[in-house]
């Protein structure tokens, strides 16, 4: 996997969502390089890892992702990224000191007994639609991370020009990433969670929606939940200093 080293200080962990690459964590980069050391991660298929060989699932990604970061490090997982760093901490394949989810939650769709989860038939459109037209297939996807932000039109733009600034990805990626988008409930996995964790959620997401991760974070020992207001899917994007500062609190919190 692509890995890129930025900044001084303990190490934070940063993996992106569906589609993307480590890129998109510009403005948290530029708030955060100053008091941590930064490891960007492509994930497979994606970016600059997208002929790394490793498949896109949860326990490959996790395991890749692991290998290349030093242990002790606090992991930070946006989206699709959230599912592979909640994964590798609750499984052991990363030596964490910490977790922050960002707009991810353990399930992503909707269930009886999970209310708050995204309309299963939502992830089935984007997947029949992805072989036939994968590039519309994304930008709609990104159109639906940016719903309900106040800064709609300036998050979509930051997004489209952020989405193939290292490559297209992969279009098998894209289809497994959906399939572990659509498919992966690690609920159970939250009880045993040893380590500090923190749930950042948009107010405003209409992916992840903030009762869904105020119910994962109440359900871990300790767990942390802050709601970013007027935030969507994506509020390191808009609201940046909320995001960056909430983050180096936890941190120093992380013994």
Do not use: K
Not at 28 to 35: K, T
């Amino acid at each position: 996997m692509h890995h890129d080293i930025v900044g001084a200080g303990p190490d934070l962990v940063l993996l992106h969502g569906w589609a993307m690459h480590a890129g998109v964590f510009a403005p948290l980069v530029d708030r955060l390089s100053s008091q941590f050391t930064l490891h960007l991660l492509d994930l497979p298929g994606h970016g600059r890892s997208a002929g790394a060989g490793v498949p896109l699932d949860l326990d490959a990604a996790a395991r890749a992702a692991a290998d290349v970061v030093p242990g002790g490090a606090i992991w930070l997982g946006w989206s699709l990224g959230g599912l592979v760093a909640l994964h590798a901490v609750a499984s052991g394949a990363a030596n964490a000191r910490g977790l922050v989810m960002l707009a991810a939650s353990p399930r992503f769709v909707r269930a009886d007994d999970w209310p708050a989860g995204m309309d299963p038939e939502v992830f089935a459109g984007f997947a029949r639609h992805l072989a036939a037209d994968w590039r519309g297939t994304v930008d709609r996807f990104l159109a639906l991370e940016v719903h309900g932000s106040e800064h709609v039109r300036e998050e979509l733009r930051m997004l489209r020009a952020t989405v193939f600034a290292h490559g297209e990805p992969a279009p098998g990626a894209l289809s497994d990433g959906l399939a572990v988008l659509a498919g992966s409930d690690l609920r159970a996995e939250l009880p045993a969670l040893a380590v500090p964790s923190l749930w950042i959620a948009g107010r405003r997401d209409r992916v992840v929606h903030p009762e869904a991760m105020h119910a994962a974070a109440a359900a871990v020992p300790g767990g942390r939940f802050v709601e970013v207001e007027r935030a969507g899917h994506a509020p390191f994007l808009t609201h940046a200093d909320v995001v960056a500062d909430a983050i180096a609190d936890f941190a120093a919190d992380c013994r």
